[in-house]
């Protein structure tokens, strides 16, 4: 999991950039399926991205973990991110 953290982080860095500071809308938009879609419907979503198998390998791996998530956690990690694209948006 903490692979998957990094690059997931990376991400968010390259969106909350100071060339521009307001976060993708397709980043938040996956950010929020990643919590609340099902694997298979997750999977489907970030096809449009034409990842290669790797990446997403790795960003299913990454759905794996936050669907083991304790319902608590899920949320104080759900909270934590939205605080992050507040900040970049602000």
């Not at 692979?3 to 969106?15: K, N």
């Not at 489907?44 to 973990?65: D, H, L, R, W």
Request: glycine share 2%.
């Amino acid at each position: 999991m903490k692979l998957s953290l990094a690059v997931l982080l990376v991400t968010l860095a390259f969106g909350c950039s100071e060339a521009l500071p307001q976060v993708c809308p397709a980043l938040v938009t996956d950010m929020v399926k990643i919590f609340l879609e099902t694997a298979n419907n997750f999977h489907t979503s970030i096809q449009k991205y034409n990842a290669p198998p790797e990446a997403v390998f790795a960003a299913m791996q990454f759905k794996g973990c936050i669907d083991n998530l304790t319902p608590e956690s899920r949320v104080k990690y759900q909270n934590f991110w939205s605080n992050v694209v507040a900040k970049c948006n602000s």
